[in-house]
């Protein structure tokens, strides 16, 4: 299986600022993903980030306010920029496992940010 | 997207077996039965997932019925640490996941 860890765990930002969320995994993989869960809510997708090329996001998320790198196989970074209180969620980063996991999903712990 | 429905909400006595189930009745034949669940503050978590034959693992027994419209996730012996939102998604495989509300078990004493 594989691990994968954030950083930070969490944070309480100030609006108006921006924060950059670290995700790295301990193997290899082409796809990563990006979530996002408002609080009480269930998850939902922000982005997909492939090593090389721009990531794509989904309806209602651009990349103006979640920038997204994806330098290697084992690294990416979220950004949420000009942070407002309604961006206080928990921010997961996701990697499929591929033929050799069952296309189990693996997730890390995740970032809990609150924006004041 | 409502791929899928849950009971919003299960209890269960610990030693018990949890059955949870959900209906998917718009299931494609090339879409697999995915079940995850998300424990208080922490990321989802794999627990099983099938095509049409019953599966088990350490954790989970999944049963899919003939039809493939319905399936139930079996905890066979819940304890209090299975207290969780368990997701029941139906995708094809590689295809990313897409979670609805769930059902959130509670096991209690």
């Known amino acids: 299986s594989a691990v994968i860890s954030q950083k930070p765990s969490r944070d309480i930002c100030q609006r108006g600022t921006s924060l950059t969320i670290q995700c790295q995994v301990d193997s290899q993989v082409t796809m990563m993903f990006w979530y996002r869960q408002q609080p009480g809510q269930s998850l939902t997708l922000i982005a997909t980030?492939?090593?090389?090329?721009?990531?794509?996001?989904e309806s209602g998320f651009v990349i103006d306010k979640f920038p997204i790198s994806r330098p290697n196989l084992t690294f990416s970074t979220l950004t949420v920029s000009n942070m407002s209180p309604e961006d206080s969620s928990i921010y997961l980063c996701?990697?499929?496992?591929?033929?050799?996991?069952?296309?189990?999903?693996?997730f890390g712990p995740g970032t809990r940010l609150t924006v004041l | 997207d409502a791929k899928t429905t849950q009971p919003p909400s299960m209890d269960c006595a610990e030693g018990r077996a949890a059955n949870l189930p959900c209906n998917h009745s718009?299931?494609?034949?090339?879409?697999?039965v995915y079940w995850y669940r998300q424990i208080h503050s922490q990321g989802p978590q794999y627990i099983i997932h099938g095509l049409k034959n019953n599966e088990t693992n350490e954790m989970a027994s999944l049963i899919i019925t003939e039809d493939r419209k319905s399936s139930t996730l079996i905890l066979p012996h819940a304890t209090l640490r299975d207290t969780a939102v368990y997701y029941c998604i139906v995708r094809p495989g590689g295809y990313i996941p897409t979670f609805g509300r769930g059902t959130s078990l509670i096991v209690h004493p």
């Open positions: 996701s990697v499929d496992g591929g033929e050799l996991q069952s296309n189990e999903q693996f």
């Open positions: 718009t299931i494609s034949g090339n879409e697999y």
């Open positions: 980030a492939n090593q090389g090329s721009e990531a794509t996001y």
